[in-house]
Structure formats: structure tokens, C-alpha cells
């Protein structure tokens, strides 16, 4: 079976057959064994990179190769090309969730259960990791806005970044506590956006 390009489906029709994917559905069995190939070698790094790219280049919005590349490059330690792949694959379930998605928040149950809008949103979380492990403090002050505003519930665990980040401000860089004033927050926060942390 060939792989889907989800870009030539109606939106309910690609967010159903996306949400497949993510599992592993809609996979040619070509790429399945480029991705097989490439998992059995964790201590050939070139080669399991190839293959893995290979892969990608077969099913380009398929989020199987994009989430194998991306964890290959993150336990790699190779955090640059974790994020490119991180936005790549922002970009296609953008493309999945279409270009009216996030005028308004997803209501609680989509961030809670529907497998794109979750898909989309530890796909910003991911970015800003790597952003703070980065030093990319400004990325990652907007990508963390932007998931509360469509992740107020905290379905996905985003705040604790906010946390660590205000944490980091207020007690070990003043010139960028400074430049970054509105992200402070308070001692041992609870859990949550609204623990003490402002985020407008």
C-alpha cells in the first residue's frame, strides 16, 4: 500500500487517516523496513541516519519517519537537527489541522483525546525544550505562550517548562531575568499555568 499524502485529503479525512499514521498506519512496507533497518543498529549512527532519511524522503508527511528522526537526533544528543525535524513535523500536522486551527484554542476534550491536536501540541512542547537547551530563551518564551493559549488545561504538561524557565531567570542569569520580567514566578510552583508564573 502507498504511502498517504495527506495533503490531498479533505481535513476530517486527513486528520482520521494522520491520526492512523501516528501509529503506524499508512506506511508503505518499503519505509516500514527502511525504519525496521535503521532501528536495529543504535551503535551504526551514519547508517541507521541514512536509512532513516531514506525513509523520510519515501513518506515526507508521514509522521512515523518524522518521529524516528527525531528521536535519533534528540537521544543523539544532535539537538540542532532534533528541532529542525521538530518543525518539520509542526508544519505538517499544521498542514492536517489546517489553516484555521488555533483562531480559537482546541476545547478540552481535543486536547485531552484527539490525536492531531495532541500530536500538535507535545510538538511545540518539544521545541521549546530544545529551545531552552538551547539558549533560544525568546523561541521559547513564544512557544510556550502559544501552548498555553491553546493548551490552558495543561493536557500535555507544558507549564512545568514555563516553570523550569522561570526558575532558570530567577536565580541564575539577572541580565536576562531582566530582559525576560513577565516569565518570573514564585518558590517550588504548583503545578499548572496559573501557579504564580504570568504568562501575558
Same mark, same amino acid.
Given at each position: 500500500?502507498?504511502?498517504?499524502?495527506?495533503?490531498?485529503?479533505?481535513?476530517?479525512?486527513?486528520?482520521?487517516?494522520?491520526?492512523?499514521?501516528?501509529? #503506524? #498506519?499508512?506506511?508503505?512496507?518499503?519505509?516500514?523496513?527502511?525504519?525496521? %533497518?535503521?532501528?536495529?543498529?543504535?551503535? /551504526?549512527?551514519?547508517?541507521? /541516519?541514512?536509512? !532513516? $532519511?531514506?525513509?523520510?524522503?519515501?513518506?515526507?508527511?508521514?509522521?512515523?519517519?518524522?518521529?524516528?528522526?527525531?528521536?535519533?537526533?534528540?537521544?543523539?544528543? %544532535?539537538?540542532?537537527?532534533?528541532? /529542525?525535524?521538530?518543525?518539520?513535523?509542526?508544519?505538517?500536522?499544521?498542514?492536517?489541522? #489546517?489553516?484555521?486551527?488555533?483562531?480559537?484554542?482546541?476545547?478540552?476534550?481535543?486536547?485531552?483525546? =484527539?490525536?492531531?491536536?495532541?500530536?500538535?501540541?507535545?510538538?511545540?512542547?518539544?521545541?521549546?525544550? !530544545?529551545?531552552?537547551?538551547?539558549?533560544?530563551? =525568546?523561541?521559547?518564551?513564544?512557544?510556550?505562550? $502559544?501552548?498555553?493559549?491553546?493548551?490552558?488545561?495543561?493536557?500535555? #504538561?507544558?507549564? !512545568? !517548562?514555563?516553570?523550569?524557565?522561570?526558575?532558570?531567570?530567577?536565580? =541564575? =542569569?539577572?541580565?536576562?531575568?531582566?530582559?525576560?520580567?513577565?516569565?518570573?514566578?514564585?518558590?517550588?510552583?504548583?503545578?499548572?499555568?496559573?501557579?504564580?508564573?504570568?504568562?501575558?
Amino acid at each position: 500500500m502507498a504511502t498517504t499524502d495527506f495533503a490531498q485529503l479533505g481535513l476530517d479525512d486527513a486528520a482520521t487517516a494522520f491520526a492512523h499514521a501516528v501509529i #503506524g #498506519g499508512q506506511l508503505s512496507p518499503d519505509v516500514t523496513d527502511l525504519l525496521a %533497518r535503521a532501528a536495529a543498529m543504535p551503535h /551504526q549512527a551514519d547508517e541507521a /541516519q541514512a536509512l !532513516l $532519511e531514506q525513509a523520510r524522503a519515501a513518506a515526507p508527511s508521514h509522521p512515523a519517519p518524522l518521529v524516528a528522526l527525531y528521536r535519533f537526533h534528540f537521544y543523539g544528543h %544532535r539537538l540542532p537537527q532534533a528541532r /529542525q525535524v521538530g518543525e518539520d513535523a509542526l508544519a505538517v500536522v499544521r498542514g492536517v489541522l #489546517g489553516p484555521d486551527f488555533g483562531d480559537a484554542p482546541p476545547t478540552d476534550e481535543q486536547a485531552r483525546g =484527539d490525536v492531531c491536536v495532541r500530536f500538535y501540541l507535545f510538538a511545540l512542547k518539544g521545541l521549546a525544550y !530544545l529551545n531552552l537547551r538551547l539558549g533560544q530563551l =525568546d523561541e521559547a518564551v513564544r512557544l510556550l505562550r $502559544e501552548l498555553k493559549r491553546l493548551d490552558p488545561g495543561d493536557h500535555v #504538561g507544558g507549564a !512545568l !517548562l514555563w516553570h523550569v524557565l522561570a526558575d532558570h531567570l530567577s536565580n =541564575d =542569569d539577572p541580565d536576562l531575568r531582566d530582559a525576560h520580567p513577565a516569565i518570573v514566578g514564585t518558590d517550588n510552583p504548583l503545578r499548572g499555568w496559573d501557579a504564580g508564573v504570568p504568562l501575558h
